[in-house]
């Protein structure tokens, strides 16, 4: 499914991953993992991907595989920005002095079970890997 990087296609991307995830056989607990794990990749691109003003698309992709690992790949031609590069949040300190930010990919971090990046050919490619 490839939709403009635009909020107003959030939820036509959750519900395309969600039915993969059901036709999967996920139960209600990896549903919500799987949906809220893709729903924060999908925004971080959404937000930060393309420079204000410039126009882009997400491409966004399951499949099953034999062993039973369920995959999302999300794709974009934005700028290069690898997630697995950034460390934890500061969680310690009270709400109001945290600094801005990083929660969306602690919790991507923790809905998948894996999480693989590259950047080929001008691409960000993200797989979210969920174990059966």
């Not at 395309?16 to 729903?39: I, M, P, T």
């Not at 500061?90 to 991507?108: A, D, N, S, Y």
Request: glycine share 10%; aromatic share 10%.
């Amino acid at each position: 499914m490839i939709l403009p990087a635009d909020l107003r296609s959030l939820p036509e991307f959750l519900e395309f991953v969600v039915q993969g995830g059901k036709d999967a056989g996920f139960s209600e607990e990896r549903l919500w993992k799987l949906e809220l794990a893709s729903e924060e990749a999908v925004v971080n691109v959404i937000r930060y991907a393309y420079p204000e003003g410039k126009a882009g698309t997400i491409q966004v992709g399951y499949r099953s595989e034999a062993n039973g690992w369920f995959c999302v790949r999300i794709c974009d031609a934005g700028q290069a920005f690898d997630p697995l590069s950034v460390g934890p949040p500061l969680l310690t300190p009270k709400i109001e002095e945290r600094p801005i930010g990083g929660l969306g990919i602690f919790f991507m971090k923790h809905m998948a079970d894996e999480i693989r990046y590259r950047r080929k050919n001008g691409m960000n490619h993200l797989t979210l890997r969920f174990s059966p």
